[in-house]
């Protein structure tokens, strides 16, 4: 028997969306006719929940909506990938849209992947290929909103997106520009555990994203972001001792008061201020 596919209520309950997507609404009549093909109409209803982001800080869906959209959704595998697949033809055993059954890509990933359509029969009924930046191909059964529930619950496991980090509930990130800055921090009494405790009691509710220890010396990484505010956020000693923090520019002043204060309560003196990206300069607490 053939399992259900899952609706796009069981994603969202899994993952909740954001109140306002980005890139999420459009005409889709032109988009459909600027793509030459309809869509699944899953798919449609799930750019118009979640809009342009991340599942899991990794993958990205594709929307056709937005000026200055990044991830585009555009039927444009064969424009790229012609001339590569005259020279290695091997590499290539699905065809291209708008070749017959050819691959349109309905996401992307950090790793450099493709989430694809096979667009064969009715657009409901496409199949999703995994194509890997290794020229490794994965398919699954029809539906991307099915696809991203499944890979984001465990009920699929893909060799090309593995679950590094077991045991996290996932997340959504909606795309917007936020200011990141690094808080260089003294060591400090306390050890790193409790001090990593303390930043995220100061910061509470905040949610899980993982982390790392090193097998060789012990330095490590933990990410989270506060539940409120979508501030997201690193402790680590892997690259020095440092709060990595990102946030919507508008949140300078509160992330500013929250987080040094927070380094205070570690019993950790700053070090130093570094904004990396965005126009946020963090000046020292009193």
Same mark, same amino acid.
């Given at each position: 028997?053939?399992?259900?596919?899952?609706?796009?209520?069981?994603?969202?309950?899994?993952?909740?969306?954001?109140?306002?997507? +980005?890139d999420?609404?459009?005409?889709?009549?032109?988009?459909?006719?600027?793509?030459?093909?309809?869509l699944? !109409?899953?798919?449609?209803?799930?750019?118009?929940?979640?809009? $342009?982001?991340?599942?899991?800080?990794?993958?990205?869906?594709?929307?056709?909506?937005?000026?200055?959209?990044?991830?585009?959704?555009?039927?444009?595998?064969?424009?790229?990938?012609?001339?590569?697949?005259e020279?290695f033809?091997?590499?290539?055993?699905?065809?291209?849209?708008?070749?017959?059954?050819?691959?349109?890509?309905?996401?992307?990933t950090?790793?450099?992947?493709?989430?694809?359509?096979?667009?064969? %029969?009715?657009?409901?009924?496409? @199949?999703?290929?995994?194509?890997?930046?290794?020229?490794?191909?994965?398919?699954?059964?029809?539906?991307?909103?099915?696809?991203?529930?499944?890979?984001?619950?465990? $009920?699929?496991?893909?060799?090309?997106?593995?679950?590094?980090?077991?045991?996290?509930?996932?997340?959504?990130?909606?795309?917007?520009?936020? !200011?990141?800055?690094?808080?260089?921090?003294?060591?400090?009494?306390?050890?790193?555990?409790?001090?990593?405790?303390?930043?995220?009691? *100061?910061?509470?509710?905040? !949610?899980?994203?993982? %982390?790392?220890?090193?097998?060789?010396?012990g330095?490590?990484?933990?990410?989270?972001?506060?539940?409120?505010?979508?501030?997201?956020?690193?402790?680590?000693?892997?690259?020095?001792?440092?709060?990595? +923090?990102?946030?919507? @520019?508008?949140?300078?002043?509160?992330?500013?008061?929250a987080?040094?204060? *927070? *380094?205070?309560?570690?019993?950790?003196? +700053?070090?130093?201020?570094?904004?990396?990206?965005?126009?946020?300069?963090?000046? @020292?607490? @009193?």
């Open positions: 028997m053939i399992s259900p596919r899952a609706p796009l209520s069981e994603l969202v309950r899994h993952v909740p969306p954001p109140p306002e997507p +980005v999420g609404h459009g005409d889709w009549e032109a988009a459909e006719a600027a793509l030459g093909v309809p699944p !109409a899953d798919f449609k209803a799930l750019v118009e929940t979640y809009g $342009r982001g991340e599942f899991r800080d990794h993958i990205a869906v594709c929307t056709p909506f937005g000026d200055d959209n990044p991830v585009r959704l555009e039927a444009d595998l064969l424009e790229d990938y012609a001339d590569l697949r020279m033809p091997e590499h290539y055993p699905y065809p291209l849209f708008p070749e017959p059954g050819g691959l349109i890509a309905w996401a992307v950090g790793s450099g992947h493709h989430l694809c359509w096979r667009t064969v %029969g009715p657009p409901d009924e496409w @199949p999703v290929v995994v194509w890997s930046r290794d020229d490794d191909y994965e398919e699954y059964g029809p539906g991307a909103v099915d696809f991203l529930e499944g890979w984001l619950t465990g $009920r699929i496991v893909s060799e090309a997106l593995p679950d590094n980090q077991p045991g996290l509930a996932p997340w959504f990130d909606p795309a917007r520009e936020l !200011a990141h800055v690094y808080v260089r921090l003294a060591e400090g009494e306390r050890p790193y555990p409790e001090r990593l405790r303390i930043l995220r009691e *100061a910061l509470a509710p905040t !949610a899980d994203r993982g %982390g790392m220890v090193s097998e060789y010396d330095r490590r990484q933990d990410h989270f972001a506060t539940v409120d505010g979508g501030w997201e956020l690193t402790y680590e000693t892997a690259y020095g001792h440092q709060i990595r +923090v990102a946030f919507p @520019p508008e949140d300078s002043e509160r992330a500013r008061l987080v040094l204060g *927070a *380094a205070g309560a570690m019993g950790c003196a +700053v070090l130093g201020l570094s904004t990396v990206h965005g126009t946020a300069v963090w000046e @020292p607490l @009193p």
